[in-house]
């Protein structure tokens, strides 16, 4: 019920935006993210989002990354800038659902790759 969009290919240094748009019932009533996960580890944090506008970022991305949410459209957005190889990964969307019956929801991953 995820759908992300804007991964691809960019040289080290570059940017790029992704969109994960998500249904008005979950977008509404969840923490908004952002996870990743490159060949041969495991899926890690990268930023999530709450209604009110609080954020946290891993400590990896913090001055490289913004989240950020837009409830007309009910999509979150991860801007990526100063990109790394080391940010090589799919990017998946995740959606924790506060309100009753509590849930998680995933989108199908998106493809970033940095070049050097």
């Known amino acids: 019920q995820l759908v992300e969009s804007g991964g691809g290919l960019v040289q080290a240094g570059g940017s790029l935006r992704l969109s994960c748009a998500a249904p008005g019932s979950i977008f509404r009533v969840s923490v908004m993210g952002w996870y990743r996960q490159a060949p041969g580890k495991q899926r890690e944090l990268v930023a999530t989002?709450?209604?009110?506008?609080?954020?946290n970022y891993a400590d990896s991305v913090r001055v490289r990354f913004t989240i950020s949410r837009d409830s007309a459209k009910n999509t979150v957005y991860l801007q990526m800038t100063s990109l790394k190889p080391e940010d090589t990964a799919v990017y998946y969307c995740?959606?924790?659902?506060?309100?009753?019956?509590?849930?998680?929801?995933w989108g199908q991953g998106t493809q970033v790759t940095v070049t050097s």
């Open positions: 995740n959606a924790h659902r506060l309100a009753w019956p509590p849930d998680v929801y």
């Open positions: 989002i709450i209604s009110g506008g609080s954020t």
